[in-house]
């Protein structure tokens, strides 16, 4: 059967990925709600910090993959209206629409926190030889924040547990890793936290056919890099996510 997909953020980079690699596959509706119109699929142009107008895009939406974010200063009145106020609103849109899953585009920027410490500060500098024995890794239970854009997203997964419990809605948080245009990592601390082109459309893809009494769950997101330090085995068991490219192999 024919999911049909709404898309937050289609014309961002990693939305046109997953617009791509979701038309290949030929068991997709696809359609876009964002600020611009987005070529090859219906488009509800409205700016998401606006409940009202945004409602129509949600009519007949099996599931929603929520990757629309500002990402630029870290101040707190510009994250204030996409990444708080329009995470809320999407959610409750989905919600009054009766729309029963929603993926939604966390980020890795919500255990960043860590690299401030030993061992993950030497991982993203690339001083490997001061790591001394084994690496504890960072899971989807880990909380610890970089900046007020990973506080933002922090919130955003709270909120969808809220939906879930509230609502019974399914609500899929994926923490996604670094996600370039040229599809490689620009330096140490992206070599470990390295998410491809297609590992990250695998995982979305997953997410959005995930079985439907997966109510709520948080997964870390990285493509198969030796100095990865976030937890893949929890998407691996859940979801069935195999990572297929390393920074490594680039």
Excluded at 135 to 153: E, N, S
Aim: glycine share 8%; aromatic share 8%.
């Amino acid at each position: 059967m024919t999911k049909r997909i709404l898309v937050t953020g289609m014309s961002g980079l990693i939305g046109g990925l997953l617009q791509q690699h979701l038309t290949k596959q030929g068991d997709y509706e696809l359609s876009a709600l964002n600020r611009s119109m987005v070529d090859g699929v219906p488009t509800h142009s409205a700016d998401i910090a606006n409940l009202d107008d945004i409602l129509p895009a949600f009519e007949n939406i099996d599931v929603v993959v929520h990757l629309a974010a500002y990402l630029g200063s870290d101040s707190f009145d510009d994250q204030l209206p996409v990444n708080i106020i329009g995470t809320y609103n999407v959610f409750e849109a989905a919600r009054m629409a009766g729309i029963k899953r929603i993926v939604y585009a966390s980020s890795g920027s919500t255990i960043r926190g860590v690299e401030n410490i030993y061992p993950y500060k030497e991982i993203a500098e690339g001083n490997y030889g001061a790591i001394k024995g084994p690496i504890p890794l960072i899971t989807h239970k880990d909380v610890r924040p970089g900046g007020v854009y990973g506080a933002t997203k922090i919130w955003g997964e709270a909120l969808a547990r809220h939906f879930s419990d509230a609502y019974k809605m399914s609500m899929i948080c994926v923490r996604i890793g670094s996600v370039t245009k040229e599809n490689v990592p620009a330096d140490a601390r992206q070599k470990s936290i390295y998410l491809s082109h297609q590992d990250v459309c695998q995982i979305l893809q997953l997410s959005i056919d995930a079985p439907a009494d997966l109510k709520y769950e948080i997964f870390l997101a990285t493509s198969n890099n030796r100095w990865s330090y976030r937890d893949l085995e929890h998407p691996r068991t859940i979801l069935g996510y195999q990572p297929l490219d390393s920074a490594e192999d680039l």
